[in-house]
């Protein structure tokens, strides 16, 4: 394990050394940590959107792991008014509305909108970990053959959000994780150094926790995953719709779309993302009709 242990260390180091980015997405979670340990010798500051109205989890967690590298971290605190609206925004740039991925990225958004006001050019991002070390919950349960088909394919049509929402603001991601030794690397460590247990308890990325439990705090390091729905509190948008949003309405509107659109929706979150779809498609098309 050493061995695999040190290998990854120092392809990280080197991809991390190499980045430009004097700023990094700070969730608090394992992936964004670790790249924070290795740029805190470099001038550096960290961004953490948390959600102002809705329970969050990675407030506290980001917060230590900026004392632990002396990374500054700035906080964003969203109000429910302003997640709404970069939903919309991220909807039109995705042009999807998955509810999952909607909550996911809308946390992306308001980080990168932040800094485009900041003339920022570049952000770290932990992208790639989950994909590429096995990081995702649903695997765990999974039999090991079947873990190393789900990895290879998840790899073949990996994309990430961030990036498309970047390139919206000018912004250039980078992404240590995705660097292409770190990947053809993975690929040679056995599954059981993937998922693996600690105290009775089975996590993903296993190796990769194990390879930086001397470097970071316990509770970064084995922390369970976390999306970023749930560390910011947009994972409460559902709650919301749920709220705001009547029985009879979501009955009718589901109706017409499946009618008129052959779409099923099937949450009242999912109708509220669906209806910004369809608009920012119809407002795509009206001005290209116009021309």
């Known amino acids: 394990?050493?061995?695999?242990?040190?290998?990854?260390?120092?392809?990280?180091?080197?991809?991390?050394?190499?980045?430009?980015?004097?700023?990094?997405?700070?969730?608090?979670?394992?992936?964004?940590?670790?790249?924070?340990?290795?740029?805190?010798?470099?001038e550096t500051h960290g961004i953490a959107i948390i959600s102002k109205d809705f329970v969050s989890t990675d407030l506290t967690y980001c917060q230590i792991i900026s004392k632990e590298t002396n990374i500054p971290l700035t906080i964003y605190n969203a109000t429910t008014s302003e997640i709404?609206?970069?939903?919309?925004?991220?909807?039109?740039?995705?042009?999807?509305?998955?509810?999952?991925?909607?909550?996911?990225?809308?946390?992306?958004?308001?980080?990168?909108?932040?800094?485009?006001?900041?003339?920022?050019?570049?952000?770290?991002?932990?992208?790639?970990?989950?994909?590429?070390?096995?990081?995702?919950?649903?695997?765990?349960?999974?039999?090991?053959?079947?873990?190393?088909?789900?990895?290879?394919?998840?790899?073949?049509i990996m994309h990430f959000s961030s990036q498309e929402i970047a390139k919206t603001f000018g912004i250039k991601i980078e992404s240590p994780f995705l660097d292409k030794r770190i990947i053809n690397f993975a690929d040679t460590i056995p599954i059981s150094m993937m998922v693996n247990n600690k105290n009775e308890k089975v996590f993903g990325k296993w190796i990769l926790r194990k390879s930086f439990e001397e470097y970071l705090p316990k509770s970064i390091v084995w922390r369970e995953k976390s999306p970023m729905q749930d560390g910011s509190g947009t994972v409460n948008l559902t709650e919301l719709f749920n709220a705001i949003i009547?029985?009879?309405?979501?009955?009718?509107?589901?109706?017409?779309?499946?009618?008129e659109d052959g779409i099923y929706i099937r949450t009242k979150e999912s109708l509220h993302y669906y209806e910004c779809f369809r608009k920012s498609s119809v407002v795509k098309k009206s001005n290209s009709d116009r021309k």
Not at 90 to 98: E, H
Not at 142 to 148: L, R, S, Y
Not at 246 to 259: A, N, Q, V
């Open 1 to 42: 394990m050493e061995d695999y242990s040190s290998k990854i260390y120092q392809i990280l180091e080197k991809s991390c050394d190499s980045s430009k980015s004097q700023l990094i997405a700070l969730s608090g979670g394992l992936d964004s940590s670790i790249l924070a340990n290795f740029i805190k010798k470099r």
């Open 84 to 156: 709404l609206d970069a939903v919309e925004k991220t909807i039109k740039i995705l042009k999807n509305f998955n509810d999952i991925e909607i909550r996911n990225a809308v946390v992306m958004y308001l980080s990168l909108e932040e800094l485009y006001k900041k003339n920022v050019k570049t952000v770290l991002t932990g992208d790639g970990a989950d994909e590429i070390f096995a990081g995702y919950n649903f695997l765990l349960d999974k039999p090991k053959d079947e873990i190393n088909d789900e990895l290879k394919r998840i790899k073949k």
């Open 246 to 259: 009547t029985d009879e309405i979501f009955s009718h509107k589901k109706t017409k779309i499946l009618e």
